[in-house]
């Protein structure tokens, strides 16, 4: 240092670090305009045969998509073909016994 003084650019700086867990969005949103995220629980709110059934949204590799789950069994028809029937109710982290 020529000058003989040296300036300290690094200010060391302290952040609360809080208890959150990171959920993918999908991309798509509920009937309400709310967006959908895997781990999100869903409701169906108009197809009488799953009307008021509850699902986890999850990510299916081999079909490239999000599909629907409940009681450890996947449907077979992606999220994105029926998104507009379900309302996001909660998700699997902050409201586990939605899926009891």
Request: net charge negative.
């Amino acid at each position: 240092v020529k000058t003989g003084k040296m300036l300290d650019e690094y200010q060391p700086e302290y952040k609360t670090v809080y208890d959150y867990t990171l959920m993918q969005y999908t991309g798509l949103k509920d009937k309400n305009g709310k967006e959908i995220y895997e781990g999100d629980i869903v409701e169906n709110t108009t197809q009488t045969v799953y009307l008021g059934d509850k699902f986890e949204v999850v990510w299916n590799k081999n079909y490239a998509g999000y599909q629907l789950m409940s009681n450890g069994f996947t449907s077979n028809i992606p999220l994105i073909q029926n998104f507009m029937s379900y309302k996001v109710l909660g998700n699997i982290y902050k409201n586990p016994e939605l899926m009891v």
